[in-house]
């Protein structure tokens, strides 16, 4: 029988104790609710919120690196993943080129193809919580 947590003062009781060793109170035999087990940190399953913030995460911070798609990468969308990393790695290389050339017309394209930049930003990281955006 699993630990479980008393009822009456929340302290952990071993699931051969017949009362609870804080408050002395009798603690059924019974298999205990949900409410009541004790579940290790360590083992306890990956939920569906840290699985979403690791994917908004990887899919944002690198991205502003031109490194688009890590999110699919992680959730093992290859195809997906690879498309939106190559295409990140011309977006930024282009980014850098354009800004670094100097001259006007080189800036206003840089001002274009930032604002590409940050749209595909934005595609990718609303597809890698979606996960149904583009299907390969």
Known sequence: MADRRCPYCGERV??????????????????????????????????????????????????????FGLGQLYQRDWRKGIMFLAIGILLMTSLVFLFTSGGAMGIVLGIGVLILFIGMLALQAFDSIVRSLFTF
Do not use: M
Request: net charge positive.
């Open 14 to 67: 071993p699931g051969f104790s017949l009362t609870c060793p804080k408050c002395y109170r009798q603690i059924s035999r019974e298999e205990p609710k949900d409410q009541y087990r004790i579940i290790d940190d360590d083992k306890a399953p990956a939920t569906k919120l840290t699985r979403h913030r690791t994917v908004l995460l990887l899919s944002t911070i690198p991205a502003v690196f031109g490194l």
